[in-house]
């Protein structure tokens, strides 16, 4: 995975080999802060605005100051594309800590919160889009406040390493036997022509791409339902997809095991997958370049 060699910090851009941060750094020691993974197709970001709303506010919710303003922290992130003479298709990773100090659980005083973004490349996995992918299910053992897209990742590590200790994309996490999300992105399930997923609650992280799909069925005249269904509805599913910045809108054909329907890609998933393309201008852009 190549990293650009120019990186974004607080108000500035530094070489990637200069960024340092002392020890005792509250994001390192505590998963004090928050982040985002930003799509980037041919140079230009997608659901840039969408992203940097849900950094603002999940800083909020966990009561980090973030000093700049969305614009200029917007601004800010495109002057890193070109710093970096970005024009293929990539990723932004973006995080936000409460600053470095002197450990101690209580919030320090006067001190900045750092902040800092990178590129690598990410190239699209056209092989997962066309086929699909199988993926196990797992308990969901995370805190309650899963909207906020926070550093404390250890639950959805383990559950992703269990998926592909066990060969799958991905794990579907499931608490008292109703389905949440995946390990790093949003699950729905198709019956009968229609979306069901789990309502957008503190229990799931309300996905950016998982607001355009809810667009995208709107537009399509396909019901998009937020209501939860149970592990044992799998079996039952007519298709299953997956969604998340990275993923894009990838079909699930396996269930421990368990093929779904056909096991190919189903309708619904391929008019949704078209819908994203378009949104997101991949082919226009893929031409021009």
């Keep these: 995975m190549s990293v650009y060699p120019v990186i974004m910090t607080q108000t500035t851009f530094t070489d990637r080999d200069n960024l340092t941060y002392p020890y005792e750094e509250r994001g390192l020691q505590f998963?004090?802060?928050?982040?985002?993974?930003?799509?980037?197709y041919n140079g230009t970001y997608y659901l840039l605005n969408e992203h940097v709303d849900r950094l603002y506010r999940s800083a909020k919710a966990v009561k980090i100051e973030i000093t700049s303003s969305k614009e200029e922290l917007t601004n800010l992130l495109i002057g890193l594309l070109v710093k970096n003479d970005m024009t293929t298709d990539g990723k932004l990773y973006l995080q936000v800590t409460r600053g470095s100090a002197p450990r101690d659980h209580v919030f320090p005083m006067d001190v900045a919160a750092n902040m800092y973004a990178y590129i690598t490349d990410a190239p699209r996995n056209t092989t997962n889009l066309e086929n699909g992918v199988s993926v196990i299910t797992e308990r969901d053992v995370r805190w309650e406040y899963c909207y906020i897209k926070s550093l404390n990742l250890l639950p959805n590590v383990l559950a992703k390493q269990a998926a592909k200790e066990q060969g799958s994309y991905e794990a579907i996490?499931?608490?008292?036997?109703?389905?949440?999300?995946?390990?790093?992105?949003?699950?729905?399930?198709?019956?009968?022509?229609?979306?069901?997923t789990h309502p957008a609650t503190a229990r799931i992280l309300h996905g950016c791409v998982r607001m355009r799909i809810e667009q995208f069925a709107r537009d399509l005249s396909i019901p998009f339902n937020e209501e939860g269904f149970a592990v044992e509805d799998i079996a039952l599913a007519d298709e299953l997809f997956l969604s998340s910045s990275t993923s894009e809108i990838t079909p699930i054909v396996k269930v421990d095991d368990q093929q779904i329907a056909d096991g190919k890609p189903g309708k619904v998933t391929k008019q949704l997958q078209e819908a994203y393309v378009e949104d997101a201008d991949i082919k226009t852009r893929s031409m021009e370049h």
């Design 31 to 40: 998963g004090d802060g928050v982040y985002e993974v930003i799509r980037i």
């Design 173 to 196: 996490l499931h608490k008292d036997g109703l389905v949440t999300e995946c390990s790093s992105s949003n699950v729905y399930l198709v019956k009968d022509g229609e979306i069901y």
